[in-house]
Nanobody
């Protein structure tokens, strides 16, 4: 089974940037890879997803404007670039995989139960 490992979480200052990486143990052709986050005391929320099949991208309301998802060429790695960080971005960030089948990346991304493979998470703390 595919395994995912996140990295890149750190302490950052407001207004700063971070790049998170999600390294997969195998090919992503059949999967949608999503980034999610969970802040203390809050429910997990989706940020963005990318299709391993065709590179289609979807951003949730949370992820639009300041987040950029990308897949590194030739690698089974999906990155999340975060800019203009705010204290409310403090959370554990997770990547997850869902088999895409015939669904759009948006449809998969908006349904967390589709994601059956999760990484262990990486922590982001934004504070001055």
């Amino acid at each position: 089974q595919l395994q995912l490992v996140e990295s890149g979480g750190a302490l950052a200052q407001p207004g700063g940037s971070l790049r998170l990486s999600c390294d997969a143990s195998g090919p992503l052709l059949y999967y949608v890879i999503g980034w999610f986050r969970q802040a203390p005391g809050k429910e997990r929320e989706g940020i963005s997803c990318i299709s391993g099949r065709d590179g289609s991208i979807y951003y949730t309301t949370t992820g639009k404007d300041r987040f950029t998802i990308s897949r590194e060429n030739g690698k089974n790695t999906v990155s999340l670039e975060m800019t203009d960080l705010k204290p409310e971005d403090t959370a554990d960030y997770f990547c997850a995989a869902a088999i895409q089948f015939g669904s759009t990346v948006q449809a998969v991304c908006e349904s967390q139960p589709h994601f059956h493979i999760w990484g262990q998470g990486t922590g982001v703390s934004v504070s001055s």
